[in-house]
């Protein structure tokens, strides 16, 4: 069975700097842990929530995926990244410039 | 004379809640009592000011010595604190972001004793943890609500070390006064206040600590911490938009930007009452951590601020504050007045 291609948006805003960053990328441009771990978060959404954390200045994150049938949108702070999204997060990270 | 040490001995939060659950007829007294600590306080600080003494009577007891812990938290991204590598009166670490850290929170205490005759961040010499080395090339710092600061090493390209910012460092301790005042809701206008309140008196850190009048200060926040991408700094209070090419900091409110990022741009938003800070303390001259601060310092502890405050209804309460410490028709009061003209906030 072939794997489907995730189509991945994500965007950084916050932090005390108040850069926004942004990226896109495809399942396909990314390691295959990785990749998996889009497909999962798909298939089995976790939570979402990013207005639970207290404090200032921390990082708000925005996680869209889409396989072209399904579309899946995540809202975290840094304090409410899931474990398993936390290595994809990174790596968009990398790719992300400001906007 | 009962009032006034019942408004020593408890803490006024814990005196607003009790007045939120009393009876109707003790709600006035207690309410008396707490305007009572209030006014107090302003003679308190008024008489240090002017005989150059530390106050006696307070809440809690004051030291005028910071109790500074400085974390070493490896690169771990965990919430809870790492290493205990430095302690208050301890000498110098041979690691800079500890040092830094440790000497800026300084620098933010002396502020904070000094001229507002605050100890620490609750008033009542809380102490002030610095948790350093937080993440791999983590581009940020941030006060978790709950007494710890975290710094990122920065990634060399938007950021670099975070501790290295007197203002930063001074920017998050002030989320913590904040909170512990009035407790500003971190979310649009009252969120883009809060944001503002800790650009504020985290430039005044700085300029207090470089000896600098208003006209001499750069009123750029986070210029010692860019990386190459974000010089020269990260915001500007004297012209807000202009700091990198990324700033899009509005300067008055007919530019005020709606958006849902950054929960509802409250670190975009907070260049209108920035710039109106800065109106105010280049109006006045002189150094700006006095009239200027003093306003905005009594604001932010006056009753009337509620944590879903707007723009207006802060500039309101910094009008009241200068007209009740300086006089009706004072220069103070015309200057702030003006200030909040200038950046189109209606102020009453």
Request: hydrophobic fraction near 35%; glycine fraction near 8%; proline fraction near 5%.
């Amino acid at each position: 069975m072939a794997t489907q291609r995730v189509h991945i948006r994500y965007r950084r805003s916050g932090g005390f700097a108040g850069i926004e960053l942004a990226a896109e990328a495809g399942s396909d441009e990314l390691p295959d842990e990785q990749a998996d771990a889009a497909r999962s978060l798909l298939a089995a959404p976790p939570g979402s929530s990013a207005s639970g954390a207290p404090g200032a200045d921390r990082f708000n994150y925005e996680l869209h995926l889409d396989d072209g049938t399904h579309q899946q949108t995540f809202h975290w702070t840094d304090a409410d990244v899931p474990e398993q999204a936390r290595s994809l997060m990174s790596s968009l990270n990398r790719l992300a410039h400001p906007v | 004379m009962s009032r006034h040490s019942l408004a020593c001995i408890l803490p006024p939060d814990l005196l607003v809640r009790i007045a939120q659950e009393a009876p109707l007829e003790q709600r006035a007294a207690i309410t008396q009592t707490l305007e009572l600590d209030h006014s107090f306080r302003l003679v308190r600080a008024e008489l240090a000011a002017r005989q150059g003494v530390r106050p006696t009577m307070r809440v809690g007891a004051p030291t005028g010595t910071p109790r500074r812990f400085i974390y070493d938290q490896a690169h771990s991204t965990s919430p809870a604190p790492g290493t205990l590598v430095r302690a208050e009166g301890q000498p110098p670490a041979s690691d800079n972001s500890i040092n830094q850290a440790y000497d800026n929170f300084g620098y933010t205490y002396s502020l904070y004793w000094d001229v507002f005759h605050r100890d620490s961040i609750d008033d009542e010499g809380m102490a002030i943890n610095g948790l350093v080395h937080y993440g791999t090339d983590y581009d940020n710092a941030f006060w978790d609500g709950a007494g710890h600061m975290f710094f990122g090493d920065g990634d060399g390209q938007l950021l670099t070390d975070t501790t290295k910012g007197t203002d930063v460092v001074g920017h998050e301790l002030t989320h913590g006064v904040t909170q512990n005042e009035a407790n500003l809701t971190y979310s649009a206008q009252s969120g883009a206040l809060n944001e503002s309140i800790s650009d504020v008196f985290g430039s005044l850190v700085k300029q207090y600590h470089l000896g600098q009048t208003a006209d001499k200060a750069d009123w750029l926040i986070g210029a010692d911490i860019v990386g190459p991408q974000l010089a020269p700094a990260l915001r500007s209070m004297k012209a807000p938009g202009t700091a990198n090419k990324y700033d899009n900091q509005p300067a008055d409110m007919d530019h005020y930007v709606q958006t849902t990022s950054d929960n509802g741009g409250v670190h975009t938003n907070s260049g209108i009452p920035n710039h109106a800070f800065y109106v105010l303390a280049t109006t006045l001259g002189g150094n700006a951590w006095k009239a200027p601060g003093q306003i905005w310092y009594d604001a932010l502890g006056d009753s009337r601020l509620k944590p879903n405050a707007t723009f207006a209804r802060f500039a309101g309460i910094t009008l009241r504050q200068a007209r009740l410490r300086y006089g009706r028709t004072s220069p103070e009061a015309d200057a702030v007045k003006a200030a909040w003209e200038a950046v189109k906030v209606k102020v009453r």
